[in-house]
Structure formats: structure tokens, C-alpha cells
């Protein structure tokens, strides 16, 4: 079958670093995504990966490693606002999206 | 760029009753769109996939006949929750792939329509 594994749940404090990971198993890879979805609202796209490597996109990257089935989400310079939950998904061999359940990243001042 | 709309953002409705959200594509074109739900805590679920002047794709274990999908346009779609239960209560989000774009196919989403069957 095919399965996201993210942790559940995280904590880190208000301007530290924090990395949210995320591993795969799907019948076929065809980009790796992440979004970022506040309590009660709809997800807003931060990154995509296709090839391995370190995507940088201001305070946060993400990395891809196919190889492996891993990727992660790397946020810096943590602020208050960036408590929310992160989700990995990963277009397969269809092109269908499989969505993983989510990281709760709560930020501690 | 790559806004999507929808309408309602929320709807109370009693049971029984049929619901309609629409989904827009505000400044692109969007052969697919996408229709997800979304219950407390849980993770994004795909209901189905609704493609411009053809047939929705449904998920397993999604009626097509309770969730009836119309993509009459390359920036509209609709789904309408029919005979709706208190069970259907939930998040229902769109989100649309821009058909002109690169090979990225980033989803954008609607800000949600949260639906609540009395």
C-alpha cells in the first residue's frame, strides 16, 4: 500500500529551528509537496520537490532524497505565526496525490 | 496570482436538504480541480477529481450520486451535497491545478467551505 509517515506532533521554541520529516512509500514518484495548513483553514502551497536536493525559499527549505523516501521541511528563524500543521504529499505513479496527516507544529515563545 | 474562491465559506443547513459549493479559479485556468474533506484533526481526504467538460473521477467509497460534481467552465466547479446528513458535516475544500504552468502541478486551494447538517 501506499503511506506518508510525519510526526504527529511537535514543539519548538520562538526563534530556533525546527525540521518536520517525512517519509514515503507509493507506487511511483513523481514530486514531493508541502503545505502549511492553519487550524480551520485550507492549506497554502510552501515547496515543491522533484530532484534530489536542498530547495531554499526564505525561512524555510526543503530537501528530497528519492533514494531514501525522505524528505523534510526545515523552518528558520521560528515566529508565532508559523504554529500550524505541515503536511507532506507525494504525487505517485498516477499522478494522484497522497497526502500524509500532518505535523502539529506548536511554537513555545 | 493563482487564487481560488469559495462559496460559502459556511453553510448551516438541515438534514435532507441539498447544499451547493461553488469552487473558482480567479486568475488562471483550471482544467482540474480537486474536491477534499476534511474532518477535525484529520488529514486532507480527496473526495474526487473534476475535469473541465467530462465526468468527475471519484474516490473510493465517495457516492457520485450524493456528491454530484458539474465543471462546466475552466474556472468553475460545483459540487452539491445532496439529501445532506449530520454525518456530512465537515470541511470541504477545492483546490484547482493551473493548466498553463510549468510541470510542478501545485495545487491551489480554496479558503474551505465548512458545512454543518442539523
Known amino acids: 500500500g501506499q503511506n506518508i509517515d510525519q510526526p504527529t506532533e511537535m514543539t519548538a521554541t520562538e526563534g530556533a529551528i525546527v525540521q518536520i520529516n517525512c517519509t514515503y512509500q507509493?507506487?511511483?514518484?513523481?514530486?514531493l509537496f508541502w503545505y502549511q495548513q492553519h487550524a480551520g483553514e485550507a492549506p497554502t502551497f510552501l515547496s515543491y520537490?522533484?530532484l534530489d536536493g536542498l530547495e531554499e525559499k526564505g525561512r524555510f527549505s526543503s530537501f528530497l532524497s528519492r533514494s531514501k523516501g525522505y524528505s523534510y521541511l526545515l523552518l528558520k528563524e521560528l515566529q508565532m505565526k508559523d504554529s500550524a500543521s505541515y503536511l507532506c504529499?507525494?504525487?505517485?505513479?498516477?499522478?494522484?496525490?497522497?497526502w500524509g496527516a500532518g505535523t502539529k507544529l506548536i511554537i513555545k515563545p | 496570482g493563482a487564487v481560488v474562491s469559495q462559496h460559502p465559506s459556511w453553510v448551516i443547513c438541515k438534514s435532507g436538504t441539498s447544499v451547493k459549493i461553488e469552487c473558482r479559479s480567479l486568475?488562471?485556468?483550471?482544467?482540474?480541480m480537486f474536491w477534499y474533506r476534511q474532518f477535525p484533526k484529520q488529514s486532507l481526504m480527496l473526495m474526487a477529481t473534476?475535469?473541465?467538460?467530462?465526468?468527475?473521477?471519484?474516490e473510493q467509497g465517495v457516492e457520485k450520486d450524493k456528491f454530484l460534481i458539474n465543471h462546466a467552465s475552466l474556472t468553475l466547479s460545483t459540487l452539491t451535497v445532496t439529501s445532506a446528513h449530520p454525518e456530512d458535516s465537515s470541511f470541504y475544500i477545492c483546490?484547482?491545478?493551473?493548466?498553463?504552468?510549468?510541470?510542478?502541478?501545485?495545487?491551489?486551494f480554496g479558503p474551505g467551505t465548512r458545512l454543518t447538517v442539523l
Open positions: 483546490s484547482a491545478r493551473d493548466s498553463l504552468a510549468g510541470d510542478s502541478d501545485t495545487q491551489y
Open positions: 486568475d488562471f485556468q483550471a482544467t482540474t
Open positions: 473534476s475535469n473541465e467538460g467530462s465526468k468527475a473521477t471519484y
Open positions: 507509493t507506487s511511483g514518484f513523481n514530486g
Open positions: 520537490n522533484v
Open positions: 504529499a507525494v504525487k505517485d505513479s498516477n499522478y494522484q496525490l497522497i
